[in-house]
């Protein structure tokens, strides 16, 4: 059974350019997390969805981010416009029940914002 | 608010070593806690979990004991070996604040023949 899988796993930009990131969870999982790693923070919450519905997006960090959930296999996570100190490592998260369960985690993609 | 507060790194041992990497909390209630590894290029990985006081989650050789009067939750390992190299990340889960989980920040492992 495939895990779960973003894409890009690697994307370089200038400053100023839009980005999306894109998950697709693992089948019959109802919650979804982005989450963020950068050396400074560590990691940290950006949004997550229950049923595709965004339950809490307080670590969002401003409005240049946003997060949608069209239906229960697809997200994404889109940055406009860039900047250099969005660049992060940006992971995603999904579980079953509600968020219950064991988180299972992605790749990730790795942002550079130039 | 929830945090987690894990030892700096980066830890390095020679193989068979004991390890242990300390990781202590602050929450309100009853919070789930957590290790995860994360190898090179890789996303995290569950290691071990407890979702309460006095368990202890135990994989792969690696325990850590949900202690609520220390509020801590220390990972050990009696004797590492090179492909344990990784770093780990203690977290929690609380359900009064949602299903998110808190992360610490990380704890780099070097395991060297």
């Known amino acids: 059974d495939a895990g779960v899988i973003q894409s890009p796993r690697h994307e370089v930009t200038e400053m100023g350019q839009e980005v999306t990131l894109r998950c697709k969870p693992i089948s019959g999982h109802n919650s979804l997390f982005w989450y963020r790693q950068t050396m400074m923070r560590g990691l940290e919450l950006l949004i997550y969805?229950?049923?595709?519905?965004?339950?809490?997006d307080s670590g969002m960090p401003e409005d240049r981010f946003s997060a949608k959930m069209p239906n229960a296999s697809f997200s994404t996570l889109k940055i406009q416009p860039s900047e250099p100190r969005d660049s992060a490592v940006y992971f995603c998260?999904?579980?079953?029940?509600?968020?219950?369960?064991?988180?299972?985690f992605g790749p990730g993609t790795r942002l550079t914002v130039l | 608010g929830n945090s987690v507060t894990q030892m700096e790194g980066p830890v390095t041992l020679s193989e068979e070593a004991f390890l242990t990497i300390n990781c202590t909390y602050t929450?309100?209630?009853?919070?789930?806690l957590f290790w995860y590894v994360q190898y090179p290029g890789e996303g995290l990985q569950l290691l071990l979990k407890a979702t309460k006081a006095d368990d202890k989650g135990s994989n792969k050789g690696f325990e850590a004991t949900y202690r609520k009067e220390t509020t801590s939750f220390h990972l050990e390992k009696g004797s590492v070996q090179v492909s344990d190299s990784a770093v780990y990340f203690c977290a929690l889960r609380n359900p009064l604040s949602g299903y998110a989980l808190n992360f610490g920040k990380g704890t780099s492992l070097l395991v060297t023949p």
């Open positions: 929450a309100t209630g009853y919070p789930s």
């Open positions: 969805f229950n049923n595709n519905v965004p339950i809490d």
């Open positions: 998260a999904s579980s079953s029940r509600g968020g219950q369960t064991e988180q299972f």
